[in-house]
Every structure is written in structure tokens, then in C-alpha cells.
């Protein structure tokens, strides 16, 4: 019974992968545009439900066999990364996703990430991309210093020195969003 239930999960999981990935296809002739946030938000949604009913999805949740499998261990990265929105904007998403760091289920860095997308897809700069919480998206300004520092105490990430912050100079930055 217990291997029925994680590959049921596992399959679940598949289903809304395969959904994330199937609208990306460059072949579908479709108004990518319109119907891409559409699915986006039914996914998040879904997931959303998943871990609220099951648990975080791990190995320990799902069996090895299951976990190894590109469509399982995939899935939540392709939806959180393609609706940081949600986390940035709607602070129990926001709080849903830092307790399962909190948990050691999300790597902090991880979860800085995705936040940072956020921004970095938002930068009025877009030659140089500006970020809040420095990722693998870069390193914020230096001009946000005290709020970054204390965004990233708050998800359970270390201050920057100096050195991890660029000048922005009298760029106008449109950061932290503020939750609601």
C-alpha cells in the first residue's frame, strides 16, 4: 500500500511537470503569452494542494525509484521558478515556502533564487539586472544593503559583506516589494 501511494503521488507530480513543460513546447502554435500564466497558476495552485495534503515532496515521500524520476524531481523548481510572483507578493505563499526551509525540505539559497527571478525579471535595468537577496541571478545593489541583509536573516541566509553588493548609483530600483 505504501508504494501504491508514492507512485500515485509521483504520478501526480508527473501530471503537473508535464503540464509546466508541455505549454513550453516551440512547436505548439499557441498565444503563448495569454495561456503560459494561465497553466502557470493552475500548477502553482496544484502544488500548493500537494504539499499542503502530503508533505513536501522528497524521497522519504515518494520512494527512491520514484524521486530519481526527471518529472518528480523536477517539478517544483520548474513551478516556483516560473511563479515567483506569488511568493514575493502573497506573503502565505511567501511563509509556506520558508517554513519547508525552515523544515531543511527548500536550501535556502534556493529559495533566494527563486525570489530573486522575481526582480531580476521585473529590473527596469535590463541590460544589467538588478536583484534584492543576491543569487545565482547576481548580486543586489549595494543601495538596498540594510533591507537585503535583513530579507536574507529573515529566509535563514547570512548578511553580505561589501564585497557581495554591486553600485547601482541613482538607478531607480523598484525593491523590496512589499507583501500583502
Excluded at 513550453?24 to 496544484?46: A, C, H
Excluded at 545593489?141 to 553600485?167: H, M, W, Y
Aim: glycine share 6%; charged share 30%.
Amino acid at each position: 500500500e505504501e508504494i501504491f501511494k508514492q507512485d500515485s503521488l509521483a504520478f501526480e507530480l508527473c501530471e503537473i511537470y508535464g503540464f509546466d513543460q508541455g505549454i513550453r513546447d516551440y512547436n505548439l502554435k499557441l498565444d503563448k503569452k495569454e495561456i503560459m500564466p494561465k497553466i502557470d497558476t493552475i500548477n502553482f495552485t496544484k502544488m500548493v494542494h500537494f504539499i499542503v495534503e502530503n508533505g513536501y515532496p522528497n524521497e522519504e515521500l515518494l520512494g527512491k525509484k520514484n524521486f530519481e524520476q526527471e518529472c518528480v524531481a523536477s517539478v517544483l523548481n520548474s513551478v516556483l521558478l516560473h511563479n515567483p510572483h506569488r511568493l514575493v507578493n502573497e506573503q502565505k505563499y511567501f511563509d509556506l515556502f520558508l517554513s519547508e526551509v525552515k523544515k531543511g525540505n527548500l536550501d535556502a539559497d534556493y529559495f533566494a533564487t527563486i525570489l530573486d527571478k522575481y526582480y531580476w525579471a521585473k529590473s527596469k535595468n535590463k541590460e544589467n539586472r538588478r536583484v534584492f537577496y543576491g543569487s545565482q541571478f547576481g548580486k543586489p545593489c549595494i543601495q538596498t544593503k540594510e533591507a537585503t541583509n535583513i530579507a536574507r536573516i529573515e529566509i535563514g541566509l547570512q548578511p553580505l559583506e561589501d564585497s557581495g553588493f554591486v553600485d547601482c548609483g541613482e538607478e531607480e530600483l523598484n525593491m523590496p516589494n512589499l507583501r500583502k
